[in-house]
C-alpha cells in the first residue's frame, strides 16, 4: 500500500523513529507532533485532552480520544487505526494537521459513523489512508464522510462506502483548497449533485480508483465540480479510473462538470472508463457545461465510454464548453 504524506502540503512529515508515551509515539526531533495507536473500538472521548496522552476514563486509546488530543494539541498529528469497526458519532470540527492511516500488518480498518456525519477539516491538512469509511448521513451541507473548507485533503486507498446526504457530495463535499484521491473506491454512495464527491471552487485530482452504483437526485451520479480550480482524472500505473452503473436523475450519469477554473488551467480526462451510467438529461456518463457564461476547455483522452445511456448524448453531452476528445472508445452509448 503506498503512503502518500503531507510533505507536498508544506507540513513536516514525522521522523521514522519514536518513543512510546501513554499511547501516543513522541516522534524525535518533532516537538508537538505525536502518532496516538487507537485500538479500543468504542466511542469513547480522551479524559484530560491536550496532556498528550490518548486515553479515555479507562486508559484506553480510542479514535474518538485520539481526535480530542490532536485537537485539544493542535499543529500536525497522526493517527494509526487497528484492525477492527471503530465507532465515531460526528460531525467532528478539525483545525489541525492530521493523518489517519491503517496500522501496518493487520487488516483494513474501518470508521463508521453510524448515521452521523464524520470529519470537517477547515483551514487545516487531512490525510486518510488505507481504511474504509462507511454509514455517514448529512444534512444539506453536504459531505457524510468529509465535508471540508479551505482545506487539504489527501485520499489514499481509502473506501467509501454507504453514505447518504440531503446536500450535495454523498460522501465527501470539499469548498475550495485542494482535493487528491488516489487509489480508492467509492460505492453505493448518494446525494443531490455528485453521488459521491462534490466539489466548488476545489484543485481536484483524481487518480485510479473506482466509482460504482453511486446516485445523484440532481447532477453528477458519482462526481459533481462547480468552477473547479483545477480537475484532473487520470490513469497510474496501478489502472484505469473507472466510472460503473452511477446514476443520475439530471444531467451526467458519471460525472458533471459545470464552470471554469478561474487561472485558465484546463481541465484533463485520461484513461478513465465509463460503462453502464446512465442519466435523465443529458450526458449518460459525462456532461461538461457553462457557467455565468464560462467556457471550460476539457481534454479528454484514451478513454472508453460503453452502454451509458442519456436522453441527449448517450456517452457525453456538451453545452457552450470547448471539448477536445481523441483516442477514445464509444460503443453501444
Not at 494509526?80 to 491503517?102: K, M, Y
Not at 465535508?147 to 463535499?173: E, M, T, Y
Not at 482524472?233 to 489502472?239: F, T
Amino acid at each position: 500500500m503506498r503512503r502518500v504524506g503531507p510533505i507536498g502540503l508544506g507540513v513536516v512529515a514525522l521522523a521514522a523513529v519514536g518513543v512510546l508515551v501513554g499511547g501516543a509515539f513522541q516522534e524525535e526531533g518533532e516537538v508537538g507532533a505525536l502518532t496516538f495507536a487507537a485500538t479500543h473500538l468504542a466511542d469513547t472521548p480522551d479524559a484530560a485532552a491536550g496532556d498528550g496522552v490518548c486515553a479515555d476514563g479507562a486508559g484506553r486509546c480510542s479514535l474518538r480520544a485520539a481526535l480530542d488530543e490532536s485537537s485539544a494539541l493542535g499543529g500536525q498529528h497522526t493517527i494509526v487505526l487497528s484492525q477492527g469497526r471503530h465507532a465515531l458519532t460526528g460531525p467532528v470540527p478539525l483545525e489541525v494537521s492530521l493523518t489517519i492511516e491503517a496500522a501496518p500488518g493487520g487488516g483494513r480498518p474501518v470508521v463508521d459513523l453510524d448515521g452521523s456525519s464524520g470529519f470537517a477539516p477547515t483551514l487545516s491538512m487531512l490525510s486518510l489512508s488505507g481504511i474504509d469509511i462507511e454509514n455517514g448521513v448529512s444534512d444539506l451541507r453536504g459531505g457524510s464522510a468529509i465535508r471540508a473548507v479551505d482545506a487539504n485533503l489527501i485520499i489514499d486507498d481509502v473506501v467509501f462506502r454507504n453514505h447518504h446526504s440531503d446536500g450535495d457530495g454523498g460522501a465527501v463535499n470539499a469548498g475550495r483548497g485542494r482535493l487528491a484521491v488516489i487509489e480508492s473506491s467509492f460505492v453505493g454512495n448518494s446525494g443531490v449533485s455528485g453521488g459521491a464527491i462534490a466539489v466548488i471552487g476545489t484543485r481536484v485530482a483524481i487518480t485510479s480508483g473506482e466509482f460504482r452504483d453511486n446516485g445523484a437526485s440532481s447532477s453528477g451520479g458519482a462526481v459533481a465540480t462547480n468552477d473547479a480550480e483545477q480537475l484532473e482524472i487520470l490513469r497510474n500505473a496501478s489502472g484505469p479510473v473507472v466510472f460503473e452503473n452511477n446514476t443520475a436523475l439530471g444531467q451526467g450519469g458519471a460525472v458533471f462538470v459545470i464552470g471554469e477554473s478561474r487561472t485558465g488551467d484546463r481541465y484533463r480526462l485520461a484513461g478513465a472508463e465509463f460503462a453502464g451510467n446512465s442519466a435523465g438529461n443529458e450526458g449518460g456518463a459525462l456532461f461538461i457545461g457553462a457557467n455565468r457564461g464560462a467556457n471550460p476547455p476539457i481534454a479528454i483522452g484514451g478513454s472508453t465510454f460503453t452502454d451509458n445511456i442519456g436522453v441527449v448524448g448517450g456517452a457525453i453531452g456538451i453545452d457552450f464548453a470547448a471539448v477536445d476528445v481523441e483516442s477514445s472508445t464509444f460503443a453501444r452509448n
